[in-house]
Structure formats: C-alpha cells, structure tokens
C-alpha cells in the first residue's frame, strides 16, 4: 500500500509501545469480541440508478473517499496486512466476480458495510472505516453503489482473514480499534442529501475524507500520519487560489510540494471548484488550533 491511512499508522505506531503487553487474557477478550454479532437497527431503503451521469457521481465518491487506496484500483480487493504477529487480512472483492460481495449482496447490504462495519450475517469487518463512511449521505451512498454495481468482475480467491497475537493485544487492550462496529452508532439513520449550493454544509459534508488524516479537529498529526494543521491558525493567511493549488496541484503558497503518496492531491484534483471553494470556506471557519512547533 502505497498510502499510510489512518489504520496502517496505528498498528505500526501502537507496535512500539505493546510487544509487553502478550497475554492469553487479552487474546479471550478479543476473540469473544471478534465473535459477537452486530445489529442495524437503522431503517433505510436504497434507490440505486443506473444513469451513466449517477455512475459518473458514484466513481468520483469511491475516488475521493480513497476505496481504492486499500480495495485496489479495479476494487477487487488486495492484500491488507499478513504478517505472523498481526494476521491475515484481505481487504473484500468489491466486484460481481467469484467471492467478490457484488454478486452476492443487497444494496442495502452493502450500504450495512460501509456505514455500519455490519456484514449481511452480523459479524464485524476489521479494517474498514465506516466512522468516516457514515458521513456519506444517501444520494451519494445510492451512486457510489450503482458505480460498484458497474465495475468489471473480477474473480478472487483471497483466504479467510485471521486476526494475529498482536492485533487481538492491541484490540484487548484498547490500543488499535479493530472492530469499528464496537463504536459506531447503528440506529444513527442514514444522512439527507446535503444541496452544494448550502455551501459551509456541503463543505463540512466534504471535509470528512480530510478528517481521516487531518484529524477531527483538522490540527493534523504529524508525529503518527505527518499530516499538518490545516485549521486556519496554519492556513488562514492563505488565499483561497493558495489552498486549490495546494489540494489539486500539491502545490504550496512557498513553492513546496506536497507528496502525492502522502497526501492525495492527484486524487482530489477530480473535485469541481464549487466543491473545493466549498471546503476552503468550511475550514476557515473551524476552531483555529495552535500550531505545534
Ligand atoms: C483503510 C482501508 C479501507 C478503506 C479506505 C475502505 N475499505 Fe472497504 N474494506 C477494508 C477491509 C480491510 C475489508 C475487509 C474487512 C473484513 O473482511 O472484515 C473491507 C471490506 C469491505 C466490504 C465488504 C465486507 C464484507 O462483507 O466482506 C465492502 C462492501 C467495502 N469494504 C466497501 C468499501 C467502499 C465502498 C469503500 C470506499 C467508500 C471502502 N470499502 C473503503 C478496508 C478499507
Ligand atoms: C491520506 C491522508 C490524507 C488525506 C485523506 C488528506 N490529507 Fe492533506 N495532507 C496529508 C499529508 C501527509 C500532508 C503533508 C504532505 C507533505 O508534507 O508532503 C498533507 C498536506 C495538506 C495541506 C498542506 C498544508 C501545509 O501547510 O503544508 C493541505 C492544505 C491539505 N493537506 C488539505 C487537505 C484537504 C482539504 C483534504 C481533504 C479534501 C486532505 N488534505 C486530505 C494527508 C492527507
């Protein structure tokens, strides 16, 4: 994986502190965690087109949400993590091929996925994201899942995924959160469309993806993930041309460059510039957190 997202970072960086930590106690609480079934109990219905224009929507969603980053570029899944002390994990094979969850889910089994952490028979998925999923509303939920639907099948054959001494370690003890389904709230129902043109929304709806580096509050975190403040106590003498060259060109104001493999400019270069004047609106208005020196 090319990328560090926020998963990799906290297996390698929770590593350092916990190789003490092995017990069989802490492989007993895990395991009864990993074995715990999940339910939503929110209420949804989907109403998945097919309209290129939707499709078109959904593949620019799956780019900007960086699916690809860990399902592979033709979403068919790829080695995740195999590795004695923390397992083997494959993320899924998202096509209608053999073993790909295209073929065999509902829509709205696969939105269970990806909002909730939630497989069809109530077991939990280990490595997804849905924390940050579950801010796609359900218009851009219903597109990015006709583009899944569009996808060419590819046929996989990936082994079952098993959790290894030092993950269930780091999940007993709370160091590395495994099971996202343990934390995410499933009777939150599904988000209502949010219009670009309600612009700090639109912006704030956009700024989930940044979250995922930038932290929650946006003042980064550059010992873990090297991702700097970008609340407007580091950023708010910028422009707004400064922060879309720096976003879609990887350009900053000084001339600098951003590394595309760290932080994915080439990728957000598909936003439109009503979506990126959208974002750099919403993050001037976030609490400006002092730059660490
Ligand atoms: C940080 C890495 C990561 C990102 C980003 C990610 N996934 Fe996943 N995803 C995984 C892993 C790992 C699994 C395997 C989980 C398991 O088997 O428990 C998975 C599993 C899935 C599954 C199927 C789970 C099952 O039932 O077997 C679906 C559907 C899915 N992802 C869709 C998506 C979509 C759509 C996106 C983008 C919006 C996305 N994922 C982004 C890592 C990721
Ligand atoms: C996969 C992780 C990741 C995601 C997602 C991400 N960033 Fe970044 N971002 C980084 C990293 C790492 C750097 C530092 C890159 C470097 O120094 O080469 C960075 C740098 C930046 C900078 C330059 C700040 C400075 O002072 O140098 C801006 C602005 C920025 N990101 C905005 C965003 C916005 C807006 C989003 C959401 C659309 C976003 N980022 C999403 C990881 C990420």
Redesign the pocket.
Known sequence: MK?V?KWIGIVVGGLLGLIILLGAGAYTVSASRLNRTYEVTANFTLNVPNDPESVAAGEKLAATY?CGECHGENLAGQMFVDDPTFGVVYSANLTAGENGIGAAYSDEEIARVIWYGVKPDGSPTVGMPPEFHQAIHISDMEKLIAYLRSVPPVDTDYPPSSYGPMLRVMHATNQFPLIPAERVDASQPPLDPISPEETLAYGEY??A??A???MADFAGDTAM????N?TPA??GTWTEAD?LR??TEGV?PDGSL??PK???WET?SRYSDEDLQA?WAY?QTVEPVPVEE
């Open positions: 990328r997202l960086l956009l700024s993806i940044c995922h580096c930038h993930f090297g991702s700097p970008i580091a950023i922060f720096a976003v900053r951003l590394d760290e932080m994915p957000f974002l993050l």
